[in-house]
């Protein structure tokens, strides 16, 4: 394989794992980014996204002289063979994608790309944004590849460099077989496609795993009223080989940077061909219906009203292992406690404030202190092992909403307190033969 000059434009949680994850396989790689404070704190070595050896990449490519970065997206392509865009697609409005940074950078590079580079879309985007970004460029130098990103938050590095496929999609099949020899050293399956057929696989995919979680969030209810075990459910499922032990967890729904305008992009994909894409509507009204069953339970936890109720949240990550907050759904279900009502109090092992509608302090032991219900919303193992009897002394309730099934019920027994779980079976249901 050999080493390729390659820029990266976006430095992001994509982006900056792709270009430190590119330059530990030997490219030489530029990493360019708008925000100037951002570029010079990692020219300093200084990681702000909480990834697993993210960090450690970052600095080494950089004292190997493999790594820098850069503002402004013409500096970095200056005479980059390939450019990988890794920018941010948001929803916009009506739920589709929002493509203004990649057209900007577009027009931005037009001029001042090298001959016969090639560019590459590693953010997720809707089918047809290939020939968006050749039309852009009006280069007919220039290819166009889509490679899309399947990195989990919190194993990003991992997912990167030891994935479960390659995908690359491109009308030029000789551009895209230069991008797939970008990933050789990695030895993963390679899938070749035409480009619609890349953009699509990211969607198709995501769409998939949220079904998949709110499917189990439903079969979930239906255990809490008919006396079934969630947990003896997807363990009795997950061994079929047609399904598979991942995204069979219930909790308080799903969200994350991807999931969330993933679906909502999808159905206006499907729309705009004349398509009404039903399964994913009720995917994503599902997904709210998981998140308002857990403020349910803290309501019922409170006596029936949350007007003025004291709650200590646990958890605002919308998962473990990362700080991030976007479309959580802890803070989806702490946003609708506020909206009824509710006083919150919450800790989260590595969100710093302020968040709004809340007292975000610094110990478990603070954000249980006088609450008259507790919930837990994001599974960090530092919750399984908390003092329960030193909670339980310092709550004014008994009951502790388990949102993620994360703890143990016996010793919140232990300790006198009401463990009140996800896909559980309620007290005095019976059960049918």
């Not at 820098?68 to 009506?94: I, N």
């Not at 061994?239 to 598979?244: A, C, N, W």
């Amino acid at each position: 394989m050999f080493a390729r000059r390659i820029a990266v434009v976006g430095t992001g949680y994509v982006g900056l794992t792709t270009g430190a994850c590119l330059a530990s396989l030997g490219h030489r790689v530029v990493c360019a980014d708008v925000d100037s404070l951002k570029v010079a704190r990692l020219r300093a070595g200084q990681v702000d996204i909480l990834e697993p050896g993210l960090a450690e990449l970052v600095a080494e490519g950089q004292a190997a002289g493999r790594l820098a970065f850069v503002v402004g997206a013409a500096a970095a392509v200056a005479d980059a063979e390939v450019v990988f865009f890794c920018l941010p697609t948001p929803m916009g409005a009506g739920g589709a994608a929002d493509l203004s940074a990649v057209d900007s950078v577009a027009a931005e590079i037009s001029e001042v790309l090298p001959y016969g580079a090639v560019i590459v879309t590693k953010s997720t985007v809707p089918v047809g944004t290939s020939g968006r970004v050749r039309a852009l460029l009006a280069r007919e130098d220039v290819a166009v590849v889509s490679n899309p990103e399947f990195l989990r938050e919190g194993t990003a590095v991992r997912d990167f460099l030891h994935p479960d496929r390659i995908v690359v999609g491109s009308d030029s099949p000789s551009a895209a077989e230069r991008v797939a020899a970008l990933f050789a050293k990695l030895g993963a399956p390679t899938v070749l496609m035409d480009a619609a057929s890349a953009e699509m696989v990211k969607y198709a995919a995501n769409c998939f795993l949220a079904m998949k979680l709110s499917y189990v969030n439903a079969v979930a209810e239906l255990c809490e009223l008919l006396g079934a075990d969630i947990e003896s459910v997807s363990e009795g499922m997950g061994y079929d080989k047609r399904i598979g032990q991942s995204f069979l967890r219930p909790g308080p729904g799903w969200g994350g940077s991807c999931l969330p305008k993933d679906t909502h992009a999808m159905v206006q994909i499907a729309e705009a061909v004349g398509v009404d894409f039903g399964l994913i509507r009720s995917t994503i009204e599902a997904n709210v219906r998981a998140q308002l069953r857990v403020v349910d339970k803290v309501r019922d936890a409170c006596g029936g009203s949350l007007a003025g109720a004291r709650i200590g949240v646990l958890g605002l990550a919308f998962k473990a292992g990362t700080n991030d907050l976007r479309d959580s759904p802890a803070l989806a279900v702490a946003e609708q406690l506020v909206l009824d009502g509710a006083d919150l109090t919450a800790f989260d092992p590595e969100v710093t404030g302020p968040v709004a509608g809340m007292l975000l302090v610094d110990d478990p032991y603070q954000a249980v202190k006088g609450a008259e219900a507790v919930v837990l919303l994001t599974d960090w193992p530092v919750f399984r092992t908390l003092d329960w009897v030193r909670v339980a002394e310092l709550m004014d309730g008994h009951v502790v909403v388990d949102a993620r099934n994360h703890l143990d019920a016996d010793a919140l027994g232990r300790a006198g307190l009401l463990h009140s779980g996800v896909g559980r079976a309620s007290p005095g249901v019976t059960q049918f033969s």
